[in-house]
């Protein structure tokens, strides 16, 4: 029997951590304070030390708690990064998405960042060092050692990634992650490089996607998953391993590649992982490590809103590949996770649909996480654990998020 407005709406008769009030995917205030609460506290990747492959290039981010960044590596190979602002009046630095500051550039000197305002002008260690006629103007009362950019903490670790926080007091990136790489430490331990990048915007709540990456019951809706993955044996003792701070890992499986008429059967593996075999680890807020041996995909979430969100996209091979290897990678990634693959596209009509409905906050149902199968593959426990860390970092229950029951 359908039910009416007030038996929509209704409370489930099930513990608090086995749903969630959707308004926490499309409110102005929730998102605000995500914002602080979260992104501005945790470690989060910014991108790879390969895609800044020489000294003084540099690349733009867009960093989720609304902070313009510059990450740069200087001429000693050190990533640094910035605020992408001037200290004299607030300007923007650098425009371009990404470069390099190797030669001149229209407003100043070559390895400079050079404000077009009033040229003032940077290294790529963030020292100011030039500010022109600065003793007329200002005689002794203005220092370029009191004037150098906002550095912002950085590490480059666990393959090669840009990791940055925003919180100058905020634990350890190694207290942060709880442990929750080291299942992929044989498989991050070889220099790595990227070979692929897109984005995608979606009307959606970063969340929404996250969670697609957190539960695998929607494999259903994958007829790759489930040639290659759900109809192979073992496929449901896969389990979820939780790590302290909302992360997880879901043990690796064995996949027939070619059950899927057009794939041949894989020969290469990756470190650490051979051949045909899965590996995968969600990390709190929104970032997720997906290798599919021979290829590596990385997520990160970009959210633009509580409704809006950019998700980029990496493909990653070694450094150390051969011409043929590299082929094989990039043929795997992209007929499974490019723009056109089989299975990305289809994860992304799942996580656009929920931003569409739940954008009608009349409409939107409670959202249940409530599948408990001792933790494995089916089980909503990932995305149980990522609510309990989310609740805990914002101070509100993500099942009652304006105390009203
Ligand atoms: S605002 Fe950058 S030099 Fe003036
Ligand atoms: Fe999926």
Redesign the pocket.
């Known amino acids: 029997m359908s039910r009416n407005g007030s038996e929509w709406t209704r409370r489930p008769s099930l513990t608090a951590s086995q749903f969630v009030d959707p308004r926490i995917y499309t409110d102005e205030e929730i998102f605000k304070e995500e914002q602080q609460q979260i992104f501005d506290k945790c470690w989060l990747v910014a991108c790879h030390e390969s895609e800044l492959p020489a000294p003084l290039d540099y690349r733009l981010y867009e960093h989720p708690g609304g902070h313009n960044m510059i990450i740069i590596r200087d001429e000693d190979n050190k990533i640094h990064v910035f605020n992408n602002i001037?200290p004299?009046?607030?300007?923007l630095?650098l425009h371009e998405a990404s470069g390099s500051i190797a030669a001149a550039s229209a407003s100043g000197g070559p390895k400079r960042i050079t404000?077009?305002?009033?040229?003032?002008a940077f290294d790529a260690r963030g020292n100011c060092v030039d500010i022109p006629r600065e003793k007329e103007g200002y005689q002794d009362r203005v220092s370029k050692c009191d004037y150098s950019l906002r550095e912002f903490r950085s590490e480059v670790a666990h393959g090669g990634f840009v990791w940055v926080n925003v919180d100058d007091n905020a634990p350890s990136l190694k207290e942060y992650l709880n442990g929750a790489l080291d299942p992929l430490a044989e498989m991050l331990a070889e220099p790595l490089e990227i070979f692929h990048y897109h984005r995608a915007v979606v009307e959606g709540n970063y969340k929404l996607w996250h969670d697609t990456n957190c539960e695998l019951y929607h494999d259903y809706m994958h007829y790759h998953n489930r040639v290659t993955g759900m109809l192979q044996p073992g496929y449901f003792d896969r389990e979820f391993v939780t790590f302290e701070g909302g992360h997880a890992q879901v043990t690796d499986m064995m996949l027939k590649y070619d059950a899927m008429k057009g794939h041949e059967k894989q020969t290469l593996g990756w470190p650490g992982l051979g051949p045909n075999r899965w590996a995968l680890v969600d990390l709190f807020p929104g970032a997720t490590f997906n290798i599919r041996a021979p290829a590596f995909r990385l997520d990160t979430v970009l959210p633009l809103g509580p409704n809006k969100l950019l998700i980029e996209y990496r493909g990653f091979g070694l450094k150390a590949d051969t011409p043929e290897e590299r082929a094989a990678r990039v043929r795997m990634h992209n007929s499974i996770w490019g723009p056109f693959g089989r299975n990305l596209p289809e994860d992304l009509m799942g996580a656009y649909g929920q931003g569409l409905a739940l954008a009608d906050r009349t409409e939107a149902p409670v959202i249940l996480h409530a599948r408990v199968e001792n933790n494995k593959i089916h089980d909503e426990v990932g995305m149980r654990h990522f609510y309990q860390e989310w609740s805990r970092r914002m101070g509100r229950k993500a099942s009652d998020p304006f105390c009203e029951l």
């Open positions: 001037c004299h009046r607030g300007n630095l404000c077009i305002f009033h040229a003032w």
